[in-house]
């Protein structure tokens, strides 16, 4: 399968909690790490991060202790991108079929299941579609995420529409920003949502 796509996400949740008490974007972080508990299928604890958003609790206040015990003990189970990705269909009871073009990054994990997030729960229909397209372009990756899922009813400029999808597309959108790469978003109402990163291209990516 190539990477275990559980293992990472897990990792990746085991960080933010690291993070969440000391920072200054918790609510940012929280929305993440909820984002992430769902991609591994730990829906009674993804329950529990939404209460703790909706109640706006300080993060000093929050049971990161437990929450990390929780994670710690699953199991990483070696899931590919489909499987991981149709599990999360199946939760807002749609169904996706996945095209991916060009090789996996694992840097990518987190950005992409935000976008195919995004695309389940904002879908105005069942079935849906994501492209993945990967390319090397001299140093740097270039990536487009296209969605058939309706695209946004409004005509917004750019800036506008990527926080109006949500703290996930801000997620990606700062994520980028720390890589020194950028996130470009086009709107097609009625059709669906194209997002194109660009990223300079190292061995490994500072979280």
Not at 99 to 110: E, I, N
Not at 123 to 148: C, E, P
Not at 177 to 199: D, E, H, M, R, Y
Request: with cysteine; aromatic share 4%; hydrophobic share 40%.
């Amino acid at each position: 399968m190539g990477q275990n796509l559980t293992l990472l996400c897990r990792d990746e949740c085991l960080r933010l909690l690291r993070e969440l008490p000391q920072s200054k974007q918790a609510r940012l972080i929280l929305h993440t790490l909820k984002a992430n508990v769902h991609a591994l299928g730990l829906t009674q604890l993804a329950r529990q991060i939404h209460a703790a958003e909706e109640a706006h609790m300080p993060p000093s206040h929050l049971p990161v202790a437990q929450w990390r015990s929780e994670i710690e003990r699953l199991h990483p189970l070696e899931r590919s991108w489909e499987e991981m990705l149709m599990r999360m269909a199946q939760e807002n009871k749609k169904s996706l079929q996945l095209h991916w073009h060009g090789p996996h990054l694992d840097q990518l994990t987190s950005v992409i299941l935000h976008l195919a997030r995004n695309t389940i729960a904002h879908a105005q229909k069942d079935q849906l579609s994501l492209w993945v397209t990967v390319k090397q372009r001299g140093n740097s990756w270039h990536v487009q995420v296209r969605d058939d899922a309706g695209g946004m009813q409004s005509h917004k400029r750019e800036t506008d529409m990527l926080a109006g999808r949500g703290a996930g597309l801000h997620y990606v959108q700062e994520t980028l920003k720390a890589w020194g790469g950028t996130c470009g978003i086009l709107s097609n109402p009625g059709q669906g949502l194209t997002v194109t990163l660009q990223f300079p291209m190292i061995d490994k990516i500072a979280a």
